[in-house]
């Protein structure tokens, strides 16, 4: 009994020790988490009635109430009004407001459809305060333009968002696509497109209807299309990456609009073949480039320059492997050591795939001379290092910077399981690195002494853009299977037979349009 009663009087303390500053918002609290709105305008009026000192949480925590109720038809009214009387006592008590604050401000805005009111509250927020904003901040102004088919107040919504260094995600393009749409803009539809395209690469159903909305709709009809020749538009696929020109619309005429399925190679419904989307010249260059400052910071400059001015004058390859990846996998046990077997087997491999082209094996001229000291292995190296198999990284050197430069700079594949999660690699940028990996590295495995090579997917599940203005939008499905996920194929049937006729006076055939690096090793798998 004496326990209990001595563990349930610091409770009481504590209790009754709470001023009533901390005893408001700590029940403004417990309204929010109830969606009690009416309780908490009661304890605010109380609030005020006793002078109490309010904070910038005790005015956030009403206002953020106040906003999540402007979908309630029966109080919504009410809950705009009173959120805006809170946020005007806030500005007199002289309580600076913070961003959660503006965001609450502009939902209420937005709730009596007032965008002009909320994107000027932004503006003025941001330099008044200096409150910087983010993308949910700016949300409730352009969905309400979006929605009141104002476009030019939208688009110049989106204009300040990328001033403040905010990328618009799926939510905001789909808005802007769509009024952009129904006003019958067809340069900016293009335009999201393409922004849909690089922001995330599919679309949900939603967005995929309004999509298809648009090629299906008078308007998406009307669109004429840039004049520019095939060659030119195969060119710019190229210098992208592929999977896209960004020239510009296509032909001219109705859209052929439908949904199917693309196969395991990715050959579309509509006899297109979709291709595995590269990252485009420039990116490649600067990533290149990056990976070079950071390597000459951590290694003997000289050593890294000369490997580079090696590089461009034996620049004919197709695959890098990452030889002490291969060599050590699966040799953590007691006779273990660095199976040459296993790396001659990803040589072989690869030298078969791509018609007789050797890789080149990046390898520590440490483990090399140890290789070179041993008699069953000597032959082996030597015949390698006579046919341009390997390079040899100095000592004190780190091969990672090697075997990676060397593949992004000659944009091959690269042979390895590293997951490049180690803190060279975050130097470089999660991003970018994830999209090259996804392209470019080739994993493996030895099952029984066998290889399995684990190559890059035949395409890529991304919006594609084709040379004949043709269109494949995969849509997001629940499922992760990607063989049955379902595509929104739009093709200008015009486009088709006058590209057919124009490759024809070229005298050239089509090949499909697999634009990707080593598409010999790629097409063996």
């Keep these: 009994m004496e326990n209990t009663t001595n563990h349930s009087r610091p409770n ?13 918002l700590v029940n403004l609290q417990s309204c929010s988490k109830s969606k009690d709105l009416q309780t908490a305008i009661s304890l605010y009026e109380s609030a005020l009635s006793q002078n109490l000192r309010l904070s910038l949480h005790h005015f ?14 029966s109080s919504k009214d009410s809950a705009i009004d009173y959120g805006f009387r809170v946020f005007n006592h806030m500005l007199l008590s002289n309580v600076n ?10 939902r209420l805005a937005a709730g009596r459809k007032d965008g002009c009111y909320a994107f000027e509250l932004i503006k003025r927020m941001n330099k008044e305060f200096n409150i910087v904003p983010r993308l949910r901040t700016y949300d409730p102004a352009l969905f309400c333009f979006c929605e009141n088919l104002e476009a030019e107040k939208a688009y110049e919504v989106e204009e300040h968002m990328g001033l403040m260094g905010l990328s ?10 769509k009024v952009s749409s129904e006003t019958g803009r067809g340069e900016r539809v293009y335009g999201y497109l393409q922004k849909l395209r690089n922001s995330g690469g599919c679309a949900s159903e939603e967005t995929g209807r309004v999509i298809e909305d648009w090629f299906c709709g008078e308007k998406g009809s009307e669109v004429k299309g840039v004049s520019c020749g095939v060659g030119m538009l195969k060119e710019a696929i190229l210098k992208n990456g592929g999977g896209w020109h960004g020239i510009g619309w296509i032909g001219e005429g109705k859209w052929l609009v439908k949904r199917g399925i693309v196969d395991e190679i990715g050959k579309c419904c509509c006899g297109e073949q979709l291709c595995c989307v590269d990252t485009d010249d420039m990116e490649t260059e600067r990533f290149a480039l990056s990976i070079a400052g950071l390597a000459m910071e951590r290694e003997v400059k000289a050593n890294f320059r000369e490997f580079q001015d090696w590089l461009e004058k034996h620049g004919d390859y197709e695959a890098i492997l990452d030889g002490a990846n291969i060599g050590l996998y699966q040799q953590n046990f007691a006779e273990g050591g660095f199976s040459i077997p296993q790396l001659d087997a990803v040589v072989k491999e690869l030298y078969d795939r791509s018609n007789n082209k050797w890789p080149l094996v990046i390898l520590h001229n440490k483990r090399l001379r140890s290789l070179l000291e041993n008699p069953f292995h000597r032959k082996l190296v030597e015949e390698w290092m006579d046919k341009g198999v390997l ?21 091959c594949l690269l042979v390895t399981n590293d997951e490049m999660r180690d803190h060279i690699f975050e130097l470089l940028g999660s991003n970018f690195l994830q999209k090259w990996k996804e392209r470019h590295q080739v994993r493996y495995t030895f099952v029984k002494g066998n290889l399995k090579l684990e190559m890059p997917p035949p395409y890529s599940f991304v919006i594609q853009e084709s040379e004949k203005g043709s269109w494949h939008v995969p849509i997001v499905a629940k499922s992760n299977n990607e063989s049955t996920q379902t595509w929104l194929c739009v093709t200008r049937p015009s486009v088709f037979k006058s590209h057919d006729q124009e490759l024809a006076t070229m005298g050239t055939s ?16």
């Excluded at 618009?168 to 696509?177: D, F, Q, R, S």
């Excluded at 090949?511 to 063996?524: R, W």
């Design 97 to 106: 407001p913070n961003e959660a604050s503006v965001t609450a401000v502009t």
């Design 391 to 411: 390079y040899m990284t100095p000592h004190g050197s780190n091969d990672d910077w090697y075997w990676l430069y060397a593949a992004v700079k000659l944009k």
């Design 510 to 525: 089509e090949k499909g349009h697999v634009l990707c690096c080593n598409s010999e090793i790629l097409k063996s798998q």
């Design 60 to 73: 956030n925590a009403i206002l953020y109430l106040c906003s999540n109720f402007i979908t309630d038809p």
């Design 168 to 177: 618009l995600e799926e939510p905001e393009i789909a808005a802007l696509l």
């Design 12 to 24: 009481k303390k504590r209790k009754t020790g709470q001023n009533p500053e901390t005893t408001f």
